[in-house]
């Protein structure tokens, strides 16, 4: 009995020991299933949290200004409040990722939510990536593939024509200055000359007397009258002296004195012909010297003048060598002859702009020439000091004159000598002299073409009146005082994104102000070579300046050339701002009027230069470089002007009378976005303040980017003081906070 009590007790024993053993298996397997379950609510809270804060980032930009984007194709956050968008969009998406019933698995809750904006579209980088975003798959590329084609047509007969016309407009200037230094040699010469005549001859008289006959003695007046009275004048002398010594030797009375000695009859004329001798001898002297500084002073001024001439046309020399070697190294352009080219300049065309350039050279004088006038200027120097000598002999000789009596022979030798020289000298260098007449003739021998030339380029500058007449009517116009006030308003918007972006200040320029057609013809060209150049270029490799373009070509307004001709007429049309955005954009002036008076002066320059061009084409018939060159500046500003004045008439003209190829003023102004940088930081302050002015939005206020960061949290189910022991090691992601884990997320998004 007792032992089956025993028995009893030890089974009971050994089945208590496995209810211990299992109650503990099983309160640790709960344990641990309590926790795996929270660690995999919190996981998935996590998750979904995470892409409930993306998703309300998205949601805050998905609320963007619709009129914005319609117009311009721009996004900016506008709309509702972002904190709200944001708060609705997170607890939307939690409460779809639930799946609800009567224990909600992910119940959560958003205790802090907080969207910052940035980047607004007032930054330069910001703008320009939504423009080439948008422009990316809309810019019509083969559109404007097709535009640059046209007028890549020109671009090699404009080359040629520009450095055709850049070296003959340098050698031109070249060749005026050598041709005024050699009017100046000249003058200086012709100048010297006559005055050396001139000084002597009242006293050597031109052309001279006979000197073989004589003259009564008695006043002088000249060298010739020295040389001839000389001989009466010694038998005068004689005569009075043997009267005289007749009378002292007649016998008298001693109480009477010897009477005083009556005066030779001859005595006055004596007297006169020393004193005119003697007064001739000192004035000659003096004319002497005077000679001697004008002969001395014109040669070095004609020499001066010489070196200068000479300097002149070894510049040519060297410019004209300078173009033959860069002619045979690069070779002449020719036509452009890719297949997406529709039509260009023919290569003999082009060819014949190159040949003219060559021709260059016969401008240049031989060396032979300027030697020759040396030696000529020191010829004339020579015997310009052989007559001083010549008349400083006579001089000396007239001093000795008073009481001689053997110098007859010597002096109408010495005076027959200098007015022989004289004589020649005058007939030389004097008024219309030989030597003169024979160097002005051989100026005239490669002068040839110069008055035509001089006929053509007043006709220019005629032409040109009439160029200023037209862009001075576009600016003569002031707008009304809404509109200037618009401009006013526009400016500051421009200088403020300007200012923020810390862009340097660009000059705006305008086309067509140069007073010289020649001027303004230099311009054109290298302002056109530069054109086609950039057009190349954008077309290659340039994205963002091509892009920009096009961009500003869609979405910017113009002002159409009917409403510019109707202004010109003294009728009436609005010139506020958003009537001419683009040529703001271009040229950025803040007046109703400068912008179209810029945007026209540019067109003229671009058609002056094609119309040089063919100018140089149409006239190379006349031969002579310059000539050449004259009536080409008259063709192509006449020319120009037509172009202008057809364009307002019809908004079409002919690319060139080479080719059939129209153009518009859309291109032109699409052209000048293309090749000028339109994605430059100036340009980018304009069309943002052409927007704000627009749509009257700020748009450094205008934000592109979102950072949103929310705060959620989530009720756990088992033991939570032990879930926040192990939250501090760091491996939870969150915090612990009585009941509820939490955490933070934070997610950015932009429009680009």
Do not use: C
């Amino acid at each position: 009995m007792s032992g089956e009590k025993r028995g009893r007790r030890s089974g009971t024993n050994s089945a208590g020991s496995v209810s211990v053993y299992f109650i503990s298996v099983t309160a640790a397997f709960m344990l641990l299933t309590s926790l795996l379950i929270d660690f995999s609510r919190i996981a998935a809270f996590r998750h979904m949290a995470e892409l409930a804060v993306q998703s309300g980032a998205r949601s805050v930009l998905s609320s963007f200004d619709p009129v914005l984007y319609e117009n311009y194709g721009l996004f900016v956050r506008g709309g509702e409040d972002a904190n709200e968008l944001f708060r609705t969009a997170a607890e939307g998406y939690s409460a779809g990722g639930d799946s609800g019933g009567a224990l909600p698995f992910l119940a959560s809750e958003w205790t802090e939510t907080d969207v910052t904006e940035s980047r607004p579209l007032a930054d330069h980088d910001v703008f320009r990536r939504q423009v080439l975003e948008e422009m990316k798959y809309k810019a019509p590329v083969d559109l404007a593939l097709e535009f640059a084609s046209r007028f890549r047509g020109v671009a090699p007969a404009m080359k040629e024509a520009a450095a055709t016309v850049g070296l003959l407009e340098r050698m031109r200037k070249a060749y005026d200055h050598r041709e005024a230094a050699l009017n100046e040699a000249l003058k200086s010469q012709s100048s010297g000359g006559e005055q050396t005549v001139s000084i002597l001859r009242s006293l050597a008289p031109y052309p001279s007397p006979d000197l073989n006959g004589s003259l009564p003695a008695g006043e002088v007046g000249n060298a010739a009258d020295a040389a001839l009275r000389y001989a009466d004048y010694v038998a005068m002398r004689q005569e009075d002296e043997a009267a005289a010594r007749e009378e002292a030797e007649k016998p008298g009375s001693v109480a009477e004195p010897k009477p005083k000695p009556n005066p030779g009859k001859h005595t006055a004329a004596i007297a006169a012909y020393e004193s005119g001798t003697a007064s001739l001898a000192a004035e000659l002297a003096g004319a002497a010297a005077r000679a001697r500084a004008a002969a001395e002073s014109s040669y070095h001024e004609a020499v001066e003048a010489w070196r200068r001439a000479s300097a002149a046309n070894e510049e040519m020399r060297k410019m004209a060598a300078e173009a033959a070697v860069s002619d045979t190294a690069d070779g002449p352009a020719s036509a452009v002859t890719d297949e997406s080219q529709q039509e260009s300049v023919d290569s003999g065309k082009v060819e014949s702009v190159a040949e003219i350039r060559r021709t260059a050279q016969s401008l240049v004088l031989e060396e032979a020439f300027f030697d020759r006038y040396e030696a000529e200027l020191s010829n004339q120097r020579d015997r310009g000091l052989q007559l001083v000598g010549a008349a400083e002999t006579v001089s000396a000789l007239l001093h000795n004159v008073p009481s001689s009596k053997g110098m007859e022979a010597t002096l109408r030798q010495e005076v027959g000598r200098l007015l022989s020289a004289l004589n020649g000298y005058a007939a030389d260098y004097g008024a219309n002299g030989l030597v003169l007449r024979e160097r002005e003739a051989s100026f005239n021998l490669h002068r040839t073409g110069d008055a035509e030339r001089k006929a053509f380029e007043k006709q220019a500058k005629a032409e040109w009146s009439g160029w200023n007449g037209l862009i001075g009517g576009f600016r003569k116009l002031q707008g009304t005082p809404e509109e200037r006030e618009a401009f006013g308003k526009l400016d500051r918007l421009f200088r403020e994104n300007s200012d923020r972006n810390r862009n340097a200040e660009e000059a705006a320029t305008r086309a067509g102000d140069a007073e010289d057609p020649s001027e303004a013809r230099d311009e054109a060209l290298e302002k056109a070579g530069g054109l086609l150049e950039g057009l190349e270029g954008s077309l290659t490799g340039v994205r963002d300046s091509l892009f920009f373009s096009e961009y500003a070509q869609a979405r910017m307004t113009r002002f159409e050339p009917a409403q510019a001709k109707r202004l010109l007429e003294g009728g009436s049309a609005g010139l506020s701002p958003d009537r001419q955005e683009e040529e703001y954009i271009l040229y950025g002036f803040a007046t109703p009027s400068g912008n179209l008076a810029a945007a026209y002066g540019e067109i003229f320059a671009l058609r002056l230069a094609v119309r040089t061009m063919e100018g140089l084409i149409e006239n190379r018939g006349l031969g002579h470089p310059l000539l050449i060159l004259a009536a080409a500046l008259a063709y192509g500003v006449r020319n120009a002007i037509a172009d202008v004045r057809m364009l307002l008439d019809r908004n079409a003209v002919p690319l060139s009378k080479y080719l059939k190829a129209e153009t518009t003023y859309e291109d032109y102004l699409r052209l000048f976005l293309i090749t000028q940088g339109g994605g430059s930081a100036i340009a980018l302050s304009r069309v943002i303040a052409a927007i704000e002015y627009r749509t009257g939005l700020n748009f450094a206020e205008a934000y592109t980017y979102a950072s949103a960061e929310g705060t959620a949290s989530l009720k756990l189910w088992f033991f939570p003081g032990l879930l926040k022991v192990l939250g501090r090691t760091g491996q939870l992601g969150g915090t612990v906070k009585g009941n509820r884990y939490e955490a933070t997320y934070a997610a950015d998004h932009s429009y680009q």
